[in-house]
């Protein structure tokens, strides 16, 4: 989600899909860019690793339930390849929209530069206390292997895509492309593997997003080599 395009282009997307999506209902029509690039934390949070060759990442995360402080927020974990220093993204997760006024969850993966595919909310509905895992693998020349889990409501998505990419950063993130963050209290990522070993293995640099001068959110340690959690303090 390094930039989050809703609406037409998301509609647009959809098309090459393999099960139905449809665009973040709570924020059709509104298109969003982060504030700056994501190096030093800004609109990113959370923990990237750099160097070369990324195969894969991976975490867990329960969704958690989020108060809207505006009609601007809107913030997503997911897991990644690139992005970090790279024109690339891969990616997966949960957005929590809040252009209605309250707080919409809805999953999704993207394949920057190409517009966001969110999945329908009907067949991989995401509430808050939802137990979510997520995964980017690297499977073959320019192929990609996205997969969201959602265990408390029994659901599994799994697509490949094609992308040139340069593999030179591994991400398990929170995100706000408004730079406005919803209340989201804490989320705690566990079981975070980069490569198919523990996070802290790749000696990730921890992330906090800011806006305006503002800390946004805290990145704590990393617990036991694989958990850390953000904790939202400011919109």
Known sequence: MRRFLIGAAALASAATAIAPVAPAAAASGLSFRPLSYNTNGYNWGGE????????SVAATWTEPSAKCNSTNDLYA???????????????TGVATDCSSGSPVDQAWYEMYPASPVYLSSSSYPVKAGDVIHASVTYSATNK?????NDSTRNWTYT???????SRTSAEVIIESPTGAYPNFGTVNFSSATINGKSLSSSSPTALDPSSNGITEAH???ISGG???SDKYLHE
């Open 48 to 55: 990237a690793a750099t160097g070369s060759g990324f195969s």
């Open 226 to 228: 694989t958990s850390f």
């Open 219 to 221: 990145t704590s340690a």
């Open 77 to 91: 974990p997911w897991v990644g390849i690139d992005g970090y220093g790279s024109s690339t993204v891969e990616q």
């Open 159 to 165: 697509t490949t895509k094609s992308l040139s990419a």
């Open 144 to 148: 990609y292997k996205l997969t969201l």
